[in-house]
T-cell receptor, first 115, second 117 residues
Framework: AQTVTQSQPEMSVQEAETVTLSCTYDTSESDYYLFWYKQPPSRQMILVIRQEAYKQQNATENRFSVNFQKAAKSFSLKISDSQLGDAAMYFCAYRGFSGSEKLVFGKGTKLTVNP | DAGVIQSPRHEVTEMGQEVTLRCKPI?????LFWYRQTMMRGLELLIYFNNNVPIDDSGMPEDRFSAKMPNASFSTLKIQPSEPRDSAVYFCASFPGLAGVAPHEQYFGPGTRLTVT
């Protein structure tokens, strides 16, 4: 079974600085999707960024980018120019490419942004 | 589209009572998922449906939990009888399916916070 590990229960960053959240996963599949979700205090799960494993290029969405290392099974999220609104729980998630639609989540990292 | 709709947003009940959580997925989505979120266990998949048929219920913790999807626009998660350890946030999510338009994202509802006293 696939597993997702987020080794940092909590992280903090100064406003306008850059922070990187770590995620590793375990799978025997060669094709899959990886996601980062943000959960603010409102509880709403918001998709931040996604990566298809067959794409070598790292995904980028504005201030958010990933460092995808397929061989190492690592999928870190970098937030640049951190803003107060980035404070939230961040969850890394895995989904198989075909025949498996369910998401497997890590335990999450709580990000605090200090003014 | 209004997104995934869940009701109620908050539920407080006493141990032993029946609890029913409701979910309306996004129209046209073929898949519906029920997740539970707790501090101890994080986000866990309880059950999911494809075209109203349960596909994987291996995450349902006990016989006290049951889920139904009588039609494409409605699903329920029922706990009977409820216990304090069932206190959690329950999320419903829908998914268009692998044949849909990429990037095949799951869309989450706002969640139901359940407290069992």
């Amino acid at each position: 079974a696939q597993t997702v590990t987020q080794s940092q229960p909590e992280m903090s960053v100064q406003e306008a600085e850059t922070v990187t959240l770590s995620c590793t996963y375990d799978t025997s599949e060669s094709d899959y999707y990886l996601f980062w979700y943000k959960q603010p205090p409102s509880r709403q799960m918001i998709l931040v960024i996604r990566q298809e494993a067959y794409k070598q290029q790292n995904a980028t969405e504005n201030r958010f980018s990933v460092n995808f290392q397929k061989a190492a099974k690592s999928f870190s999220l970098k937030i640049s120019d951190s803003q107060l609104g980035d404070a939230a729980m961040y969850f890394c998630a895995y989904r198989g490419f075909s025949g498996s639609e369910k998401l497997v989540f890590g335990k999450g990292t709580k990000l605090t942004v200090n003014p | 589209d209004a997104g995934v709709i869940q009701s109620p947003r908050h539920e407080v009940t006493e141990m032993g009572q029946e609890v029913t959580l409701r979910c309306k997925p996004i129209s046209g989505h073929d898949y519906l998922f029920w997740y539970r979120q707790t501090m101890m266990r994080g986000l866990e998949l309880l059950i999911y449906f494809n075209n109203n048929v349960p596909i994987d219920d291996s995450g349902m913790p006990e016989d006290r939990f049951s889920a139904k999807m009588p039609n494409a626009s409605f699903s329920t998660l029922k706990i009977q009888p409820s216990e304090p350890r069932d206190s959690a946030v329950y999320f419903c999510a829908s998914f268009p399916g692998l044949a849909g338009v990429a990037p095949h994202e799951q869309y989450f509802g706002p969640g139901t916070r359940l407290t069992v006293t």
